[in-house]
């Protein structure tokens, strides 16, 4: 019995839906967490070392630090828990160092 003729060849799934947890290199987590560790310095630098006292300037550089805890946070969350290429206790040290970022947050 002859197949039937479909127009269209079988699907195959998405070439970005295959593994997202692949994506999450050691490089990226470093560099995301990196960004918002700079984010933070660049806060506290300003507002503490040069002596900011416009209250708009000061909330911009606060919004700035809060920016960056964030980064920080959910990069080394995304890495504790979403990377396939880190250890068990790079996987600890990541999730220690999102707390730190939320101990930040709390600060700012």
């Known amino acids: 019995m002859p197949q039937p003729y479909y127009g269209y060849p079988p699907q195959q799934p998405a070439p970005q839906a295959r593994d997202m947890a692949a994506l999450f290199t050691k490089r990226i987590v470093f560099f995301v967490v990196g960004i918002g560790a700079v984010l933070i310095w660049i806060d506290v630098l300003a507002l503490r070392a040069f002596g900011v006292t416009d209250p708009g300037t000061a909330n911009l550089l606060q ?18 828990l979403g ?7 790079q996987n600890l040290g990541l999730l ?10 709390v600060g700012l």
């Not at 809060?66 to 946070?73: Q, V």
């Not at 990377?83 to 206790?89: D, F, K, L, N």
């Not at 220690?96 to 947050?105: D, E, K, P, R, T």
Request: hydrophobic share 50%; charged share 5%; net charge positive.
């Open 96 to 105: 220690v160092l999102s707390g730190v970022f939320v101990f930040i947050m």
């Open 83 to 89: 990377s396939m290429r880190t250890s068990g206790y």
């Open 63 to 80: 919004a700035v630090g809060m920016t960056g805890a964030l980064l920080g946070f959910g990069g080394s969350l995304l890495g504790g």
